[in-house]
């Protein structure tokens, strides 16, 4: 299938890449928000195809894939000629809901377009407004790099934690910096004593050193960093909130709770006890392998564009 979608988030595409699709991505000359292009973080293979913005409109494509609110209010109206717009149409929501968690509507209103979220925690607290709505839990390859632990500290991995404030934990983070040897991973870390960003290709073979991934954040979807640490098997230290709760199993593959003076004292049980951390990030494998393949995710994702292409065809 031919899709035509956004440069968003470049680990998701990266990994929907994988899949049996040909994606199409337009780029422009400011590079701004959505035309990157392939950009030179990700080894794209040559089905992620890039299209200068104004020639998308000579294309012909078998699904539209939204990934964003600007994608669906104002940039296919930009790129996309009236016809285009007519095509098969999936939204893929990345994010939890915002800014409040319970009662934040969400902007898809065409109910001709699928919507798709990433946890069904989303799905919950979204407020929905299109009958077609669906989940597809991240898929990730089996990595490279397996966990080894030398590094006895903890790793987070989060771009701008400091400015984004709350919602990514900062104040979490800061009061366990102050406990225990952790470093701090990601864009902008770098101006308050982070490491900054670790691209891509070699994130995983950087992470998978440390002893354990904690990850601070308060409200969101299911980090696909932490999904990449499992994978690798790697013990987790999360908040017990949003998907997290649903998948992770305190005491076995992960500490998780919502009392930060717990998870500090499993972190302590990790940096003390490498063998202890080894079995639980086993663990956190065996859950990955089972929740995040990327059979399933292919297998998914083909049949969301399907659904979406079907009833297309059937409403005409």
């Given at each position: ?26 780029v ?6 959505g ?20 020639e998308?409109?000579e294309l012909n494509f ?7 609110e ?11 000629s ?18 409040h968690p ?14 798709v979220h990433?946890t ?8 929905n ?13 089996e ?6 632990g ?9 771009n ?25 991973a ?5 101006h ?13 073979a950087?992470?998978?050193r440390?002893?354990?991934l ?15 640490a ?13 998907e997290y ?20 004292e ?9 063998p202890y ?7 956190a ?9 990327m ?21 005409v």
């Amino acid at each position: 299938m031919k899709i035509f979608t956004w440069h968003i988030h470049g680990s998701y595409l990266y990994y929907l890449s994988q899949c049996d699709l040909d994606i199409y991505i337009p780029v422009n000359e400011k590079k701004n928000e959505g035309y990157y292009g392939r950009g030179k973080t990700f080894p794209f293979g040559d089905n992620v195809i890039e299209v200068p913005a104004e020639e998308v409109r000579e294309l012909n494509f078998d699904c539209i894939l939204f990934q964003s609110e600007k994608n669906f209010r104002i940039d296919q109206y930009e790129v996309l000629s009236a016809e285009q717009r007519l095509l098969p149409a999936v939204y893929l929501e990345h994010n939890a809901p915002g800014p409040h968690p319970v009662d934040s509507s969400h902007p898809l209103y065409d109910a001709a377009v699928v919507l798709v979220h990433v946890t069904h925690y989303n799905k919950l607290m979204w407020n929905n407004n299109v009958p077609m709505v669906k989940v597809i839990q991240h898929g990730i390859p089996e990595p490279e790099h397996l966990y080894t632990g030398e590094i006895n500290k903890g790793i987070v991995v989060i771009n701008h934690i400091k400015e984004r404030g709350r919602i990514t934990g900062w104040d979490i983070f800061e009061r366990v910096r102050a406990e225990l040897p952790i470093d701090l991973a990601g864009m902008g870390t770098e101006h308050y004593g982070g490491l900054g960003e670790v691209l891509f290709p070699r994130l995983n073979a950087f992470t998978s050193r440390y002893r354990f991934l904690f990850n601070p954040i308060r409200h969101t979807s299911f980090g696909l960093s932490v999904c990449e640490a499992m994978m690798a098997g790697m013990p987790v230290v999360s908040l017990a909130t949003t998907e997290y709760a649903n998948l992770l199993v305190n005491g076995e593959c992960a500490f998780i709770n919502t009392n930060v003076d717990i998870l500090v004292e499993g972190m302590k049980k990790l940096l003390n006890d490498l063998p202890y951390a080894t079995s639980m990030g086993q663990c956190a494998r065996a859950v990955a392998l089972e929740q995040f393949n990327m059979e399933r995710f292919n297998r998914e994702w083909e049949e969301v564009f399907q659904f979406a292409i079907n009833k297309k065809n059937v409403s005409v």
